[in-house]
């Protein structure tokens, strides 16, 4: 070759490496980068091939990333490669860090012979170096033997240089692109962190707060779905309360909800307290395939913990597989447990509501009350004299003298309905008012203050079943109220059975466990016709009655207030097979044996039928060194200090003991103990000249302090 | 002739007072009436003193009236129990109320009450006032 015509070589190889390097410098793409690189050099300098390869991130590969036409194509398909410091030309070049020349391919042994090239006759392997760092190689082939000289080295070698740079350039624009995505990504994640962060901490109506959750964890991640579930009263399902786009309002509509601990993400996140993650909702063995969410490939169950309690959980959906970083993860869980604090925040604020109404109601109530009772005392009190004035009325009338009889029977028919009525006004303040009297609670044996009350109602035993349960723990409550709101159940079952040809009614007592407290249940059954469903509701309000005119409607709303004020329960359920079922819980006392002094060596009468409360009371004063005899029939009642005779004697009649006792001379030493103290039945036995009536002592302290006394 | 059984009545409900007036009147008693407790003293203190010879035999006192401050107590009959029996303290009284309040009752009974009657049943109000006297 003449030197001329090698010098305008050299020029024409340095002004196409010019020409690449200006062309390839701006071009940020890499993939673009290096298909512009293999094309300018082909088309710059006329040669029959040229790709470029680049290392592997072990740096054990030179993979080609780009090759001129079809044959570079196809080879990049392949995934062509050569290994570094391998016996190809690029092996060699990147192994060594050195441009190797091979001028007839066929001589040269360290050349792969390529099939996709094969009118190669010369090659060029240029390595692509950054500093001392090999990042790739640049080949380019020739059809000519012979083509390439050390001048085009030199020139090739500079591009080459200029290519590694551009090269890494893009990998660096690359790389901070990636970086750039990342942080602006965590800093939109941030943001809406802050965003639900913020809108929790002010948001306390809860559906409103589960609706912004949803809402800004899919448009602020870009998530395809979010729901909030929550746990249930049972604790055993996970309801949907909130959920992203139309297939979350649905499902919430359609009340969708998961068991806890079954196979769903949700129900395992809560059951474990553990975030679950299904990076390909496909392989997941625990994922809920949901036909609402279709397109679902990966699934995140957040759980909702607050302090030790799980109260729900967040899923969010992707369409993406492992379309969760670690990232979103902690930022996610991170969301998830200040919306659990949101969430509690919004139960204690509702209770503090429902608390707040409650005192407004109690209050009202009160002031209501009040005044109720004022007036219907008020009222009460005007009527008193009625029903005394219809009698009087009603002896003048048989007295008058040439009256029509058909006129004296219609103002006999008009004076009893003035009765009615005056005795149901005074019926109706004592229903009103009786409940509203202060209460005593103490100390009770339940079994024995509903045995009084069923001698007292005088109930046919072939009608009534009583099964108290042997050994009861003493409740508390004051006796009378409770009796009182006993009564009115039972009146309202033999009401309910009256005419029945099978009239039953069953009282049984028993212990009781309910939400953790324990109570001394009543249950009090009749086989009469069942309330209808709308009406169970509204038997508990005053003035609401089933049965006529006659009847104010006003003993189970009393029984409901005493049971209220004895910090007790009722509750009304018509039975399966039929008949109504009324269950009253009364609180067990909650308090330490207190110690008491009883007398020594008296001599002790107890006039009562073999019962619960007469075993306690004798072989309490038994055990403290006294004598009891327990009889009803016993004559001579002087030797005895003291006698006690129970107000309601189911084998007995208590006036007719109390005027033994009167003839025997011994009243003054007469206790009566009763468990519901009315005022008339207080006077009546009080006739018999007797020492006092009294509360029945139900504990040793009570019956220590009668003798005290 | 036997002296007819005088009664003091106290009751501020005029209808109540005037109807148990009545039925006591009909029964064949003596009724004297009081409209409050400062009445009722004052008509019980006058006859006590100047009509030894027709002294009341029993008095029937409401409980819950005006007390001698004016003011409606719930235990004002109680006050003029306690009055009564201070100037005469074998007095039979039986105290009227309506409620069924058995710890009043009993406190009526222990400052001297023979009875405490719940009104609006004034058939047994005579047989109660026949009992305490032995009639």
């Not at chain 1, 349960?469 to 309202?492: C, H, K």
Request: hydrophobic share 45%.
């Amino acid at each position: 070759m003449e030197k001329t015509s090698l010098a305008e070589r050299r020029a024409a190889l340095l002004q196409a490496g010019a020409q690449v390097s200006r062309n390839v410098i701006s071009i940020l793409d890499p993939d673009e980068l290096l298909q512009k690189t293999v094309d300018i050099i082909c088309e710059e300098f006329g040669f029959y091939y040229a790709g470029v390869f680049l290392l592997d991130e072990e740096k054990e590969w030179a993979v080609l990333q780009s090759g001129r036409g079809d044959a570079g194509a196809a080879m990049v398909a392949e995934g062509h490669k050569l290994h570094v410091g391998g016996l190809s030309m690029i092996g060699a070049a990147t192994g060594r860090n050195q441009a190797l020349i091979a001028l007839d391919v066929g001589d040269e042994p360290v050349h792969f012979k390529n099939p996709h090239l094969p009118l190669t006759r010369s090659e060029m392997a240029l390595p692509l170096s950054v500093g001392s760092e090999v990042i790739g190689a640049l080949t380019v082939q020739s059809i000519e033997e012979a083509a390439f000289s050390d001048d085009d080295i030199t020139a090739l070698q500079a591009m080459a240089d200029q290519l590694a740079i551009a090269i890494n350039n893009a990998r660096l624009y690359s790389m901070n692109r990636i970086l750039l995505s990342q942080t602006t990504r965590r800093a939109r994640l941030l943001e809406a962190s802050t965003q639900v962060a913020k809108g929790i901490t002010s948001i306390l109506d809860l559906d409103e707060l589960l609706h912004e959750t949803v809402d800004v964890i899919c448009e602020a991640y870009g998530f395809y779905y979010a729901g909030v579930f929550l746990l249930d009263e049972t604790n055993e399902w996970a309801v949907l309360r909130a959920g992203y786009g139309e297939a979350g309002s649905h499902m919430v509509e359609l009340g969708h909800q998961l068991r806890i601990g079954g196979l769903s993400m949700i129900g395992t996140a809560i059951a474990e307290r553990h975030a679950r993650i299904a990076l390909d909702v496909g392989d997941e063995p625990v994922h809920f395939k949901n036909p609402h969410l279709p397109l679902t490939r990966s699934e995140m169950a957040l759980p909702l913990v607050v302090g030790n309690k799980v109260i729900g959980a967040v899923t969010v959906q992707s369409v993406e597989e492992s379309a969760f970083s670690d990232e979103d993860i902690s930022s996610l869980q991170a969301m998830a447990d200040q919306l659990a604090i949101a969430l509690d925040n919004a139960r204690l604020l509702r209770e503090l509501e429902a608390a707040h109404s409650e005192l407004v109601r109690t209050k009202t109530f009160e002031a209501l009350a009040t005044s109720t009772i004022e007036a219907i005392h008020w009222i009460g009190n005007k009527a008193l004299p009625m029903t005394a004035s219809v009698d009087r009325l009603c002896s003048d009338l048989e007295d008058l003298q040439g009256v029509d009889e058909e006129i004296k029977a219609s103002m006999r028919e008009d004076l009893a309905m003035v009765r009615d009525n005056a005795q149901l006004i005074v019926a109706v303040q004592e229903h009103l008012i009786g409940p509203a009297r202060d209460n005593k609670p103490l100390p009770a044996m339940i079994d024995d203050v509903v045995k009084d009350l069923l001698v007292k109602m005088e109930i046919p035993s072939d009608i009534i079943t009583y099964e108290p349960e042997a050994s009861l723990p003493l409740a508390v409550a004051d006796t009378t109220q409770l009796s009182r709101s006993l009564g009115y159940i039972l009146q309202n079952a033999l009401d309910a059975t009256e005419g029945q040809k099978d009239r039953q009614i069953k009282v049984v007592v028993e212990p009781r466990e309910s939400k953790g407290l324990l109570y001394v249940a009543i249950n009090i059954t009749n086989n009469g016709p069942s309330i209808p469903e709308s009406e169970l509701d509204k038997i508990w309000a005053a003035f609401y009655t089933t049965k006529g005119a006659k009847h104010a409607g006003l003993g189970l709303s009393a029984t409901l207030q005493i049971m209220k004020q004895l910090d007790g329960q009722v509750a009304v359920k018509n039975l399966s097979d039929g008949g109504v079922e009324f269950e009253v819980l009364v609180p067990v006392i909650d308090s330490k044996y207190v110690e008491a002094t009883l007398p020594v060596g008296q001599s002790v009468l107890l006039i009562d039928d073999d019962d619960s409360w007469s075993r306690f009371v004798s072989a309490t004063l038994i055990e403290a060194g006294n004598k009891v005899d327990c009889s009803l029939d016993t004559k001579n009642y002087a030797k005895y200090d003291w006698v006690f005779v129970d107000d309601a004697l189911e084998s007995g009649d208590t006036m007719k003991v109390l005027s033994a006792l009167s003839k025997a001379q011994v009243s003054d030493k007469v206790y009566v103990c009763a468990s519901n103290m009315r005022v008339e039945r207080v006077m009546d036995l009080m006739h018999y000249g007797i020492k006092d009536v009294l509360l029945k002592p139900y504990t040793v302290e009570a019956l220590a302090k009668i003798f005290s006394d | 002739m036997e002296k007819d059984i005088r009664i003091l009545l106290v009751d501020d409900e005029r209808n109540v007072r005037r109807s148990m007036e009545k039925t006591l009147l009909r029964a064949g008693f003596d009724v004297d009436v009081a409209e409050d407790i400062s009445a009722g003293l004052g008509l019980f203190k006058e006859v006590y003193t100047q009509e030894p010879e027709e002294r009341f035999d029993i008095a029937v006192l409401d409980l819950s009236m005006p007390n001698f401050e004016g003011v409606q107590d719930p235990e004002a009959g109680l006050k003029l129990l306690s009055k009564l029996l201070e100037i005469d303290n074998s007095l039979p009284t039986i105290v009227l109320t309506a409620y069924d309040d058995v710890t009043r009752a009993k406190k009526a009974v222990s400052l001297g009450a023979r009875a405490y009657f719940v009104k609006g049943r004034e058939a047994g109000l005579i047989e109660l006032v026949n009992d305490i006297l032995g009639l």
